[in-house]
Nanobody, 116 residues
Framework: QVQLVESGGGLVQAGGSLSLSCTTS????????MGWYRQAPGKQRESVAI???????NYGDSVKGRFTIATDNTKNTMYLRMNSLKHEDTAVYYC???WGHGHAYWGQGTQVTVSS
């Protein structure tokens, strides 16, 4: 069983920046893929940024050029740096990891609120 714990959410003004962290009990170097999803009230969960084991990164169209995903393998931690935040970025952000166990593991989520 792998655990993922997000942190770093909060309230920020539009145009500001925020960084999220996701610390895992599993080794990041062993992942098939990991990344960030978000879910806004009344909307479906959407992919924000996904990092594959081969190093490729896929960003959602709405965050390209503003968000950056990164990892620190020594800390088994994944980060999401969010710049130029917009009100529509308001959502609960979840980190997710796939270690090839047949299903993905999800964190509990962290709230990001962007005031307009």
């Amino acid at each position: 069983q792998v655990q993922l714990v997000e942190s770093g959410g909060g309230l920020v003004q539009a145009g500001g920046s925020l960084s999220l962290s996701c610390t895992t009990s599993g080794r990041i170097t062993s992942i098939d893929a990991m990344g960030w999803y978000r879910q806004a009230p009344g909307k479906q969960r959407e992919s924000v940024a996904i990092l594959s084991s081969g190093g490729s990164i896929n960003y959602g169209d709405s965050v390209k050029g503003r968000f950056t995903i990164a990892t620190d393998n020594t800390k088994n931690t994944m980060y999401l740096r969010m710049n130029s935040l917009k009100h529509e970025d308001t959502a609960v952000y979840y980190c997710v990891g796939d270690w090839g166990h047949g299903h993905a593991y999800w964190g509990q989520g962290t709230q990001v609120t962007v005031s307009s």
